[in-house]
């Protein structure tokens, strides 16, 4: 099979990474000419280890890191973490791309360096990210991808990509795809897009995403609906963030009314994750506002005989927010919502609207919703 010819920009990109690594790697030589046990420093991924800047809008790794020294005890990790790096070298070489599964079987040919299970495979492989994430790469730039899809999308909106192969342009409409939807890819780096759209609706269930979908909901609102599925993957934020910044259009989240929606769904769209601190800057949507569901929904709304609830770790997970989240700390705002939420004791999925009609969605909270935009809270 012929080698696939990567673009000219994917040529600069791979030529830092190659860079990267390859200072990495002259950094441990070095040291073991030297007599020296080489190691390698790593930050500490955590929610304890994050700091959050209004201004900057994603919560950024922190100053604690973790070292991985040579010894007789971490050989066979130390090992596995520059195999990790030779095969991504590997890949750039060949201009393709494995995901962690992939990684895992791979590794098979490594002798004493292979993983016994894949969730060594994937802490390896997470590491070696926070390790470049400080000279501006992410995983897939080390040519590891996700195996999930990003999400789906319906809307005004043509998605410029190329044949991998011969790297012809293509042109892909998301008004036609019937009564589907464009699938975003594990890799977005090479897309480009047109559209005239006024905002992304990101939309946590994709049974709503659906319902908007079929009933042309993006026509009617100039808008591009996108199906996050739950807890938005790297590639639906990657994509939702190049969107908005280089159209120049706002983010609104649409998910359910609860600890889990509001604490893990929309932060995680918004500011990113204690675990991803290293790559929030790439990842996060920093413009994002939340349109609803909200508390005060419930009552303005009158949901109440259509909620569930709050059970003890939604409870819990509400509590966690309000206590460990730098984010939500940051805006007195959302401490109320959240304080409004445990002192009603209960939730509402999106679903719950339809109490008052299948298309009220449609037909009347989202267009009353979107009337006054400044309202959404942060």
């Known amino acids: 099979m012929a080698k696939r010819r990567p673009s000219k920009a994917q040529e600069k990109k791979d030529k830092h990474t190659n860079k990267a690594i390859d200072g990495v790697a002259s950094m441990i030589y070095k040291s073991i000419q030297s007599n020296k046990k080489p190691d390698l420093s790593l930050p500490v991924r955590s929610l304890s280890n994050v700091k959050y800047d209004k201004k900057k809008g994603y919560f950024e790794i922190g100053k604690n890191t973790k070292v991985r020294t040579l010894t007789v005890n971490t050989v066979k990790t130390f090992a596995q973490s520059l195999k990790m790096m030779a095969l991504s070298k590997e890949l750039i070489e060949q201009n393709d791309f494995a995901t962690k599964r992939d990684a895992y079987y791979q590794s098979k040919n490594w002798r004493e360096a292979k993983f016994d299970e894949q969730v060594e495979s994937d802490t390896v492989m997470d590491d070696i990210e926070a390790l470049f994430a400080s000279q501006n790469l992410t995983r897939e730039e080390l040519r590891f991808v996700p195996q999930e899809h990003g999400g789906a999308v319906a809307g005004d909106l043509i998605v410029v990509d190329q044949d991998l192969d011969t790297g012809e342009t293509i042109e892909i409409d998301c008004t036609k ?75 609104y989240a649409f998910t359910d009314c609860d600890p889990y929606g509001i604490s893990n769904i929309y932060r995680t769209l918004k500011v990113g994750s204690g675990n991803a601190a290293h790559i929030n800057r790439f990842f996060c949507v920093p413009n994002a506002k939340y349109l609803g569901l909200t508390p005060q929904d419930i009552i303005d709304w009158k949901l109440k005989d259509a909620t569930h609830k709050l059970s003890d770790i939604d409870i819990k997970r509400a509590k966690d927010a309000l206590k460990n989240d730098p984010f939500f700390q940051s805006h007195k705002i959302w401490t109320k919502a959240l304080e409004q939420m445990i002192k009603m004791g209960v939730r509402a999925e999106q679903q719950a609207l339809s109490k008052h009609g299948l298309n009220f969605v449609i037909e009347e909270y989202l267009p009353q919703k979107l009337k006054n935009t400044k309202l959404f809270l942060p």
Do not use: D
Request: overall charge positive; glycine content about 6%.
């Open 177 to 251: 795809f019937g009564s589907g939807a464009y699938s975003v890819p594990s890799w977005v780096e090479h897309l480009q897009f047109k559209t005239k759209a006024k905002f992304i609706l990101a939309i946590e269930t994709h049974g709503m995403f659906q319902r908007l979908q079929s009933h042309n909901f993006w026509r009617k609102s100039k808008s591009i609906l996108v199906s996050m599925s739950g807890v938005p993957s790297r590639a639906c934020r990657r994509f939702i963030r190049r969107l908005s910044e280089e159209c120049k259009i706002p983010v």
